[in-house]
């Protein structure tokens, strides 16, 4: 048994009771505890009592209604949300280090130089593949040589 609420009740300005809600966690036949409350005025002195009578509670099983009263089976464990996020923040410092190597990356690469052509000497598609194939003429080695050349 356990006490889930408690709330004064007071009527007239006067306090004239105390409301619990009471919890019980198996089944049976219960009776309440007889207690009593003092109530103190300004003078700490007592002003008067709340006395409480022992109550008789039967609390009944669900499984006396089913038409299965067999054991039911267990139910999964529920989901619970961590209180410190180290998923967020260990994905958050991989992207961080991730774009921190690429900057890196990105600063260390070697600009690409472009060499002007020279214009100057203009030969035409024919005059150039002549002139290809007269300086493999005189070529000697293989043939894989020679087409590795030619290509």
């Known amino acids: ?19 619990f809600e009471i919890i019980y966690w198996d089944t049976g036949k219960f009776v309440t505890p007889d207690y009593a409350i003092d109530v103190m005025n300004k003078d700490e002195g007592v002003d008067f009592t709340l006395s409480t009578e022992p109550l008789s509670i039967h609390v009944g099983s669900i499984l006396a209604g089913m038409d299965n009263p067999d054991y039911q089976p267990m139910k999964g464990p529920v989901p619970v949300r961590s209180i410190f996020p180290t998923k967020s923040i260990l994905l958050s410092l991989l992207m961080i280090l991730l774009m921190i190597g690429m900057i890196l990356t990105w600063r260390k690469r070697i600009p690409v130089t472009y060499k002007k052509l020279d214009y100057t000497f203009l030969e ?16 000697s080695g293989t043939s894989k040589d020679y087409y590795a050349e030619l290509s």
């Not at 048994?1 to 409301?19: E, T």
């Not at 035409?124 to 070529?139: I, V």
């Open 1 to 19: 048994m356990s006490i889930r609420n408690q709330a004064l009740i007071h009527k007239n300005g006067q306090l004239s009771g105390i409301q």
């Open 124 to 139: 035409s598609p024919r005059e150039r593949a002549l002139r290809r194939l007269k300086s493999l003429d005189g070529h």
